[in-house]
Structures are given as structure tokens and as C-alpha cells.
């Protein structure tokens, strides 16, 4: 029984309507919201690619987390620029590093966030790769694992509630999951970034982390951004190995595999609204040519009916007032 009978108009009549019959719900409670925490650091230095991201002084980064939680985000992502860098990474797994004391702090004045640990060596290793360089050139899968998983316990014993390696290690999930096991930390979960992309979408947090690769690219570890049925491969290895949450990054290029890991694992699902897509959308705002809150509600909200469960998004601050 088709036109004139059936008219979907409608139930989209009124606003009240449209609300009884919407589909998707985006709320603060959805949120992560990422921060950039530098070592030394006393005041906020503004990412120039990202309007409204600072990288954070400790105290800064405690305020921030303090705000989140006050408008309803229950969890940060944290990434720590440390002092000094050098050809291991040393930086990530020194119990008084620049995420370990960022951790403390925040845990301290705002017990009830969830402190997210990015787990990586990039932003730590003067040649900006995530692991292990060779003589030859090749970034090292099984040496790199070792510092990983002595960095999780770092994190976690710091008091981290989740370890999220970014890595793109084969094995890292397995390796982390076992030396927090082996460390007496068997109940903090692993946020898997389990189908994250060599995408042209880091660059701004590649200048707000300091962690440009300083020769090649990481196509050798991140995923080509062709592969769909390879970015299921790669979740369901992360889920054997034991990660709690799996990840697709970025996110709004990669929906349809957002929707694919959700229906073929049903996992709990996290999505990496990225750098690059923050830095877009600012820019066209910056121009007048888009309106930034219908535009950023949006993405999160298309984010979110892809199927992810969390959305972790520089904008989360802005919407989550948005959304109150
Ligand atoms: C570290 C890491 C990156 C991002 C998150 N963790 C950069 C990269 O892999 O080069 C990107 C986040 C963003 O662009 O917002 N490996």
C-alpha cells in the first residue's frame, strides 16, 4: 500500500514526533575526549591545526578533565609529550613520565573520570616511529611488544582504567594483556585501536604530539585504508587476544567498517573522530561555510548509528554543552 497511504511526512511533523521515533541517541555519556599533556609545559600552546586544542600543562590537563566530567563525559584519552625523546621510547614507560603523573593528577582530583591511556612509543622516539627501529631500517614487531607491555603496567600502576595501544603491533593486545595479568592488574581492560588506518587524517595530531615519523611512513604497520574484510581480521585477533573494546580509526571515512566490526563481532565499539576530521570541519567553520554545532551533532550522531558505542572526538567538549 504505497503513496498516498503510506506518507513517512508524517512522523516528522513535529519536533516531539521526531524525537519519539529517532532511531540514535547521542548524549555526553557517549563521549571520550582526547588530551594532549606536555612535560614542563606551564601554560596552555594552541595546536594550530585544531582551534580550540591546547597541549596541557598537568594542572590545565586536571581542569580539563574536571570540565569534561562536569558537563557529563565520563572519560579522557590521554597523550603525553615528554621532555626528551630518544631511539627506544624510554619516555612512555618512566613511572614519573609525563602520562603516568598526568594519570595520577587527574585521578586524584576527579576520581570518578575514566582515565584512558594512549599506549604508544611515537609520540616518545626521536625518529617518531610506534616501535623499535632495525639497522635496516624495519620497525621491530617482537622487540617493540616488550616495551609496550612494560609501559601498559607503567600506565595502569599509575592508575590508568583503561590501556588503549595504538600501536598497530601484531600480538601488542596479547603481550599487554598478560604482563597486566602477570602484574597483579588483571581487571583494567585494553581498548583495542584495532583497525586503525595509515590515514592522511593524523596530521594535526601528528603536529600537536610531536610525532611526525622522521624518515618513511607507518604504512607498514597502520592498515591501507582499501581493506574492510582485513580491518574484521584485525578486530577479531585484538578480541582473541583479549581486548575488552575494539576500535575503528578514523571514523567518519570509515563507517561502513564501523558497522561491519559492530555486526560481526558485537563488541563494544569505540570510533576515533580524528585530527584531520576536526581540523576540516573547524576550518570550513572558520569560513563561515558550515553552522559548527548542526554540523559537529551531525557527525557524532552518524557516528554513533554507524553502530560505535563510544565516539572519541576533539569536539566532545563543545557538544556534549550542545547537547545539555
Ligand atoms: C599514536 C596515535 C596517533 C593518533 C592516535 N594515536 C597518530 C598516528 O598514528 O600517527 C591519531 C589521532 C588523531 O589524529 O586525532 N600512534
Same mark, same amino acid.
Given at each position: #500500500?504505497?503513496?498516498?497511504?503510506? =506518507?513517512?511526512?508524517?512522523? =516528522? /511533523?513535529?519536533?516531539?514526533?521526531?524525537?519519539?521515533? !529517532?532511531?540514535?541517541?547521542? %548524549?555526553? $555519556?557517549?563521549?571520550?575526549?582526547?588530551?594532549?599533556?606536555?612535560?614542563?609545559?606551564?601554560?596552555?600552546?594552541?595546536?594550530?591545526?585544531?582551534?580550540?586544542?591546547?597541549?596541557? @600543562?598537568?594542572?590545565?590537563?586536571?581542569?580539563?578533565?574536571?570540565?569534561?566530567?562536569?558537563?557529563?563525559?565520563?572519560?579522557?584519552?590521554?597523550? &603525553?609529550?615528554?621532555?626528551?625523546?630518544?631511539?627506544?621510547?624510554?619516555?612512555?614507560?618512566?613511572?614519573? &613520565?609525563?602520562?603516568?603523573? /598526568?594519570?595520577?593528577?587527574?585521578?586524584? $582530583? @576527579?576520581?570518578?573520570?575514566?582515565?584512558?591511556?594512549?599506549?604508544?612509543?611515537?609520540?616518545? %622516539?626521536?625518529?617518531?616511529?610506534?616501535?623499535?627501529?632495525?639497522?635496516?631500517?624495519?620497525?621491530?614487531?617482537?622487540? %617493540?611488544?616488550?616495551? *609496550?607491555?612494560?609501559?601498559?603496567? @607503567?600506565q595502569a600502576r599509575a592508575g590508568a582504567d583503561v590501556i588503549a595501544p595504538?600501536? #598497530?603491533?601484531?600480538? !601488542?593486545?596479547?603481550?599487554?594483556?598478560?604482563?597486566?595479568?602477570? +602484574?597483579?592488574?588483571? +581487571?583494567?581492560?585494553? *581498548?583495542?585501536?584495532?583497525?586503525?588506518?595509515?590515514?592522511?587524517?593524523?596530521?594535526?595530531?601528528?603536529?600537536?604530539?610531536?610525532?611526525?615519523?622522521?624518515?618513511?611512513? =607507518?604504512?607498514?604497520?597502520? #592498515?591501507?585504508?582499501?581493506?574492510?574484510?582485513?580491518?574484521?581480521? +584485525?578486530? !577479531?585477533?585484538?578480541?582473541?587476544?583479549?581486548?575488552?573494546?575494539? #576500535?575503528?580509526?578514523?571514523?567518519?571515512?570509515y563507517l561502513d567498517l564501523i558497522r561491519r566490526i559492530k555486526d560481526e563481532t558485537?563488541?563494544?565499539?569505540?570510533?576515533?573522530?580524528?585530527? &584531520?576530521?576536526?581540523?576540516?570541519?573547524?576550518?570550513?567553520?572558520?569560513?563561515?561555510?558550515?553552522?559548527?554545532?548542526?554540523?559537529?551533532?551531525?557527525? *557524532?550522531?552518524?557516528?554513533? !548509528?554507524? &553502530?560505535?558505542?563510544?565516539?572519541?572526538?576533539?569536539?566532545?567538549?563543545?557538544?556534549?554543552?550542545?547537547?545539555?
Amino acid at each position: #500500500m504505497p503513496f498516498p497511504q503510506i =506518507r513517512p511526512r508524517r512522523l =516528522r /511533523a513535529t519536533h516531539a514526533l521526531r524525537g519519539l521515533v !529517532r532511531e540514535t541517541s547521542l %548524549t555526553p $555519556a557517549d563521549l571520550v575526549y582526547p588530551m594532549f599533556v606536555a612535560h614542563g609545559l606551564d601554560r596552555r600552546e594552541p595546536v594550530e591545526a585544531m582551534p580550540g586544542v591546547d597541549r596541557l @600543562s598537568i594542572a590545565h590537563a586536571v581542569d580539563e578533565a574536571r570540565e569534561a566530567a562536569d558537563l557529563g563525559i565520563p572519560a579522557v584519552l590521554l597523550f &603525553g609529550i615528554p621532555a626528551s625523546k630518544d631511539d627506544e621510547g624510554s619516555g612512555a614507560w618512566d613511572d614519573e &613520565g609525563i602520562v603516568q603523573l /598526568a594519570t595520577r593528577a587527574i585521578k586524584e $582530583a @576527579s576520581p570518578e573520570t575514566v582515565v584512558i591511556t594512549d599506549l604508544c612509543l611515537c609520540e616518545y %622516539t626521536s625518529h617518531g616511529h610506534c616501535g623499535v627501529v632495525r639497522p635496516d631500517g624495519v620497525v621491530d614487531n617482537d622487540a %617493540t611488544l616488550e616495551l *609496550l607491555a612494560q609501559t601498559a603496567v @607503567s600506565q595502569a600502576r599509575a592508575g590508568a582504567d583503561v590501556i588503549a595501544p595504538s600501536d #598497530m603491533m601484531d600480538g !601488542r593486545v596479547g603481550a599487554v594483556r598478560s604482563a597486566l595479568d602477570e +602484574e597483579g592488574l588483571g +581487571e583494567t581492560p585494553i *581498548l583495542g585501536y584495532s583497525a586503525k588506518f595509515a590515514s592522511a587524517f593524523y596530521g594535526p595530531f601528528r603536529e600537536a604530539a610531536d610525532s611526525t615519523p622522521a624518515f618513511g611512513d =607507518r604504512r607498514s604497520y597502520q #592498515m591501507d585504508p582499501a581493506n574492510g574484510a582485513e580491518a574484521v581480521r +584485525e578486530a !577479531r585477533l585484538d578480541i582473541d587476544e583479549g581486548a575488552d573494546i575494539v #576500535m575503528v580509526k578514523p571514523a567518519l571515512p570509515y563507517l561502513d567498517l564501523i558497522r561491519r566490526i559492530k555486526d560481526e563481532t558485537s563488541m563494544p565499539l569505540a570510533a576515533y573522530n580524528v585530527s &584531520g576530521e576536526y581540523a576540516m570541519l573547524k576550518a570550513a567553520v572558520a569560513n563561515g561555510w558550515l553552522d559548527e554545532r548542526a554540523a559537529v551533532l551531525e557527525a *557524532l550522531t552518524c557516528i554513533r !548509528r554507524a &553502530g560505535a558505542d563510544i565516539v572519541i572526538s576533539y569536539h566532545a567538549k563543545d557538544a556534549a554543552r550542545w547537547l545539555r
